[in-house]
Every structure is written in C-alpha cells, then in structure tokens.
C-alpha cells in the first residue's frame, strides 16, 4: 500500500488498531469493543458468517454507530482451516486503510478481554514503535505442537477439515506418509509457528499484505493444517527486522491443545500476568468483565507481573488430570493393575518373622527408628494398629471383616491415609494372607518386604505345643509361607525384597537387621543401630524341628538350621 | 486394582445389557402411570433441571432449594410420595418447581427410579440433569465460584457426560439426636464431620462401573457384613439421552459407557462430592416407621439390625473423625478431584 493514500488522521484516534475476531458470545464480544472504543482505540470486527442475521442484527445494534467502529467482511472460520488466515487479512487491511493514525494493530478474539487499562498499553507500544509482538518459533524448535503433526502441517495436502472428518483426514495422513507424498515449501518461506494472536506494526502488515508474492504464498497456505498459526508467524520473518516472539496475548492450553477458560476466581492469577490481554473467558464470568472492563485496574495499585505463578498454577492441573496423585483410588482414578505408577502412595516396611524371632520387636523399631509400627495389621482376630487403636487414620476401623472384604484397598487406604509417616507392619503365614495381597505387596515398588523364613514356627515351639497335636497347622502355615515366598521370589516382584533362613540370619543379625532398617529409615544412624533387640531362646529348637521331620512333615524352609 | 476383562466379554456384557436397558425403559414407560401431575412449570431451554423424588423432607427441603438455586438449576421436578409432614406444599409453592404425586410404592418402582427414568425419559433428553435426593447436596471443584453452567460447559468441552460424585456421610460428634438443626438451616453447621479414608472400591464389569462401600455407616453399622454396608458410588449429574436409563438408584447408569468416568491410566478425571446429610436429628425417630415401611431395601429384614442401630442414637463420631472445611480439603484427602478443570 501506498503512503500517499492514508486517509488524513482523524483527530482524537490513538495508535493502536484492534481486531476481533468473533462466533459466540456477541454480547461479551461489544463490551469488550466498546472498552477499546472508549480508550479511542479503532475496532475492526470480524464475526463468522455462521452467526446468524437476527444476532449480527442485535450485535450492530447494541454496538451502534461509533466514528472508529468496522465490519469487515464475513468468512465461515472453521478451526484450523484458511478462512481465519482470510478473515484476519481482510481485517487489518480494512484497519490499516481506513484509520491512517494506526501505527500498531492488535489481533484478539471476540473472548478476549484487558488485562491491563487501554492507556498503559498505548504507553508501552509507543515506546516500542517499530518493534512486532508475535511469537514466532521455527518448527525444528517448537516444543508444545499437539497431534504428531509438526513438520507435516507445511509438507502435506490437507483437503478435509480434522473437525468434521477425523477418521478420514487421518487416513489421508497415513497414505501420504506410506508413498511419500508431499508438497515443498515455497523458497524462501522458512515455516515457523506460534500464538495465533499478535500485535504487528503498520509496517510489517503492510508488508505482509502487500508482498509481491502473496497470492503465491496464500494458495500455498491454503493447503498447509492450521494456518492460523503460521501464516503471519511464518511471512513476518521475511519482511520484520525486530522481532519480539512472544505475544501479547495470555492463554493456556489444556491437554488437548483446547484453551483453558477462565472463571471470576481467578481474577487475582490474571492480574499477576505480564501479558495485556487474555484469552480465552467462560463468557458468564461476570466478576472477571466487570472487574476488568472498569477503570478499577487503573485505581488499584499494580500487582508485581509473576507470570510463572500462573504457568504452576496451570500446569499443576494438568499433571493432576495425566498422572493423577499415586497410590489414590477414587471415583475419578482407578487404574488398571499394570499401570506403571505406584500401586500406593508411600514407601512402607513389611517384617515377616521378626516378631517371633526377637523380644518386642515393634517396641525397639519404634523406639530406634522414632516412628509408629503397627502389630499384624492383617491378624485374622482384629487389625492389631499401633497402641491398640480401634480407628486409625482415615478412620480406618480395625474390624478384621472390614479389612478382610477388600485387604489391597485396606492396605492403599493405609498408606493413603498416614502419608508422611512411614508404615511398618508385621505379616506371617498366620495372618490374612491372600494371594492377592501378596502379589499387590510384592509388586509394589513402595513395599519393604524382609522376611525371616520359617520363624512362623517358633510361637508354637514356644507355646509348648507338643508337635503331633499341631502338625496339620504347621504344615499349613508352611505352605502359606512358601507360596509368600514364591511370590516374592518371582520375576515379577518389583517390591526392596529380603529373604533369609533363620540359620543365614542368624550368622550375622546385627548386620542384617541393620541394613534393613537402614534401608527403611535412612536418618537413622548407626549407632542407634547397634543395641539389638533381644533374641529369644532357641533352645531345644532342633529337637523340635527333627521330631517334626520324624512325624513325616519335613520344615524345608528351615533345612540349614543346626544349632 | 482394575483388571481388564476380555474383549469378548466385554461385547458380550454390552449385549446383556442393551437388553436390560430397554427393558428399563418399558418399564418405566408403563410406570409413569403411577404419577399424577400436580403441578406444572416451564423452563427455558437452557436450564438445567433437578430430578427428585421426595417423601416426609420438611427439615430439609428448603436448605435442598437454596443449595442447588444458588449452584443454578434452573427448574426441579419431583414426585412426591405421599408426603405427610407438609413438603408437598412447601414444593407447589415455589415458582421454579413441577410436582408430581404418587402414592404407590416406592419399593415396587425400583426405589422411585422407574419415576425418575421416566420423567427424564420425557423431560430431560438432550440436557443437562442433576439427580438428587433430599439429603444430598451436591459439590464439586470450585462449586463456589462456578456454577453449575460453567461446569457443565466445561464438561461438554471435553465430551464428559456426566460428573461422578462419592456420596459422603456426614454426621456430627455426639448421639444422632443431640442438636436438631431447624427447618431451612444450613445442615452442614450440624453435621460436619465425615470419615477421610476408610472406602473401599471395587470394579463391577456387567455395568463397567464402581462400587464404592465404607464411610461410617460400614464402620459402625456393617463392621461384620461388610458386603451389606451401602453403595456410595453416584452420578448426580448427567448430560440425559433418552436412550439412557437408571439401573440401581442413581449408582449406575446404561449404557455401560455411561459409568466409566473414572480415569484408567493413572489420570485423575474430575469428580465431585455428594454431601449426604442423612444423620439429622429426625432419623433417630424415622428409623423405627422405615423400618416397619420396609421400603427401601430389596430384603429389608436383613436391614433391621442397622435400623434397630440407628434408633438407639449412636455416635458415629471417633478420634479418627475429620471435620469438614471445604471443597480444598476434599480434594486434598483423595475424595474429588478437579480433574483438569484448572
């Protein structure tokens, strides 16, 4: 365009042009018009031809007639598709023609709204006169492309729209890719990418809109997916000699690439962002229009910009809705049993054998180690839950029924509830010991699982039981235990797993129980370590085991032992 | 915890259960015979509309209307069976409400869901429904900057079609009865304490929904028959199809796909909470007359005992009790998620 054809200036008009773009929620979309309007600023509207004439009707009128206020022309804008690209080409050189005073031109959507007053902006773009908004990143580098295509939006025919023909427009992907089939980008077009909304000057517009090749480019870009979000981006870097990549414009994607809205709570989030606008509102968000749209922005004082605040905030949320909290089941979240997270929230330390073995031993790991050790949590009377309690965290009740219905959520739930505490637990053959507990146990990366084998006996050794009246006990437990064991011998089992015979332990109790416990608690020095608790007396204990092998049932997981 | 089942399975399941949905929707069909129509309103095409049925809530009700006003319903359909404490009037008297009236058994239309299917069958297709009883007052992520029209534009947004929501029992420290809270009253300054993590759930495949049990009622009522304790999994609030009908209260839903609003992969999906104020002074008195009703479960006469229970006035209330604070907390303790919704 020719300098010689500006209009004369006309008095009162401030040097930013702003275009909207609109579909829905016309009436949001004047009001926002209107505070752009008020500030002097000229407003180009484009609304989609899919609006109806009755709305476009009430829109105009409830805009009304304003000395800085366009149409411009109607396309039917379907996401992703060329129309947008046209839409806003034909907008700003309505904006560029008719308003001589524009020297930068803003491109926002019709859910857009201020962040910040009209005047700082037109302060801040004043000082900054040549200089062009836009982010504008080279595909080789652009990091948050979703859906696979990247380099391929520039090198394929897209001839259906993704929106209305998924299946088929994949498809056709799929087919280009398998025979190589391809279009070159134009020389010397170097496709970049970014935010589909900026804030160009006069003199990059223009040099945009009137390129000498551009009926070339844009039947090029006609072709390309998602123009939108390259076209200015990709032409800018031929014609811009100052650059700024980034936009003005605030908006944060969900996981899916769609926008996330905003909503009247989070006003005080919005105005710590450094950007002057933001994208994209839930147009009922009354608190978030009136608050914005009136001078108070101006009136308060401002707000240290801490956009990484707002970066967290959102992003937090959508690491909770991919990865989810582990170790939580709940209504929304129930994974599938191969899912690579933790099955439990926290590491906790599984002792099977250690309580028979030694004096008290809960007594002294609590005392060392300064934490809460339950009893046998799966006992089959009751939950034995540390001090005897009847409800523990969570209000876990220590009901065996309860516990029983359901023992992997009962041990989830456990862990769930005493997150930050480490949970240790005493299990034998004699508990509650399903096979689906322990492959649950077993499997899970959280467990600490140390097992003393064969230690299920010394109770009834103890006990003075003479061996004939229990011999069908004992070889029951026995069979648990060795499944137990089978399990976490397993290839499967991914739990810190320790298993010894009484014998191999006994060589060296010290050594080995204070790498467990070590390893459980790894603040715990080695000096509190030292003072072992007391080993019970194993006397007469052979005899015992060699009448029971007499009687026919042979202790094979105390074979090794000899005293 | 979920363990896939086979694909052939799966066909096979939906096939069953294609079957049952239809036949849900005949019956409902035939039973809306049973209600009367005692009051009519309309609603604007956008509402969203609440689905009720009702018997003897005097202290609750206007509580119930305040709550879910201010979340943005726009209009509430109920059918009133046989009310005798004056509910019925307080109902016809409001300007947003139609009311229907039965007097047939609640038991023998599934629990008043054939009435409900029924009227949603009519009402609701196409729309966004809340399904509530009177003791519940539904929650969810941000509930008290956003209404519900927020949320359920969000939820269109990303092609969810429903919000699952855990039903939590509320109940306060001290006897059942021991501080009554007044017609029209908050409930929840009464009752403000809820078990954080004693629920249980299990994957059911024929519905492909989950069934959650636990809360106190299982800690003190059902703490030897733990499989009898109640289901806590709801869908309070659904996009209705008409091709959509309610199995088992509003537990679960057909089609099967209708249940799986829980995220599979790790994911949390976004969920709610039910606030359930059922412990209210007056269950104390009302137990022994539901008892002698025997409406509201299948075989009843096994529910004696939990009746018998709760018409002694316990405290449901232990050291282990958590009291409520808020959406926050909820989410915080595992038991709704904002799944997202930033």
Known sequence: MNTALRPAPAAGTSSLGIVMLCHTALHRAAQVARFWLAADCPVVIHVDRAVSDAQMDAFRQDLGDHPLLRFSPRFRCEWGTWPIVAATQAASEQMLQEFAQVEHVLLTSGACIPLRPAAELLDWLDTRRDVDFIESVSIEHAPWIKGGLSEERFTLYFPLSWKRHKWAFDMLVDLQRRFGIGRDVPRPLQPHMGSQWWCLSRKTLQGILNHPKRARYDRYFKGTWIPDESYFQTMVRMVSDRIESRSLTLVKFDRNGRPNLFYDDHLQLLRRSDCFVARKLWPDAQGLYDFFLSDQPARETPIDPQPAKIDRYFELAAKQRSDGRAGLYMQSRFPLDDTATAKTAAPYSVFCGFQQLFRNFDFWLGQTANCRVHGHVFAPEKVEFHGGAKVYHGAISNSAALRDYNPRMFLANLIWATRGERQCFSYNSRDTMTSDLNWFMATDRNAQISVISGCFILPLFRGEYKVDDVLGHIGWLQRREQDFIAILQSKWAAADIRVWTLAEFLEDPQRYLSQTVGAAFPDVGPAALTGLPEILSLDGFDEYLAHLRNLGLPPVLLQDYKR | ?342
């Open chain 2, 1 to 342: 915890m979920l363990t896939p089942i086979p694909l052939s399975q799966d066909r096979w399941f939906d096939f069953r259960m294609r079957w049952k949905r239809r036949r849900l929707r005949a019956r409902a069909i035939a039973k809306a015979r049973e209600l009367t129509v005692l009051k009519r309103g309309t609603w604007a095409r956008n509402d969203i509309l609440l689905f009720c049925t009702i018997r003897n809530e005097r202290e609750r009700i206007d509580w119930f209307l305040h709550h879910y006003r201010k979340l943005g319903v726009g209009h509430f359909l109920f059918v009133d069976n046989d009310s005798t404490d004056g509910t019925r009037q307080v109902l016809l008297d409001q300007t947003d409400t139609s009311v229907w009236g039965s007097s047939a058994s609640y038991k023998a239309s599934r629990f008043g869901m054939d009435w409900i299917n029924a009227l949603m069958l009519r009402y609701g297709s196409g729309r966004w429904c809340v399904v509530a009883d009177a003791d519940e007052l539904l929650i969810y992520p941000h509930w008290e900057t956003r209404p519900l029209g927020a949320l359920t534009d969000w939820l269109d947004s990303q092609g969810q079609q429903g919000l699952p929501a855990m039903m939590l029992d509320l109940y306060p420290k001290g006897p059942l009865d021991g501080v009554s809270c007044p017609a029209g009253a908050d409930p929840l300054q009464v009752l403000n304490w809820f078990d954080a993590g004693n629920y249980v759930i299990a994957h059911k495949p024929l519905l492909d929904c989950l069934l959650i049990q636990g809360g106190p009622r299982a800690r003190v009522f059902f703490r030897d028959t733990p499989n009898r304790a109640p289901t806590l999994t709801k869908l309070p609030l659904v996009k209705w199809s008409w091709h959509n009908a309610w199995v088992n209260s509003t537990h679960s839903l057909l089609p099967r796909a209708m249940n799986r609003f829980y995220d599979r992969t790790g994911g949390e999906a976004i969920a709610g909470a039910l606030l359930h104020t059922k412990f209210l002074h007056s269950i104390v008195e009302k137990a022994p007359i539901e008892k002698a009703r025997a409406q509201h479960f299948g075989n009843a006469a096994v529910f004696d005992n939990y009746y018998d229970a709760v018409a002694q006035a316990p405290d449901l209330w232990c050291e282990a009790s958590t009291q409520f604070e808020g959406w926050q907390q909820l989410e915080q303790l595992g038991l709704l998620s904002r799944g997202g919704w930033a």
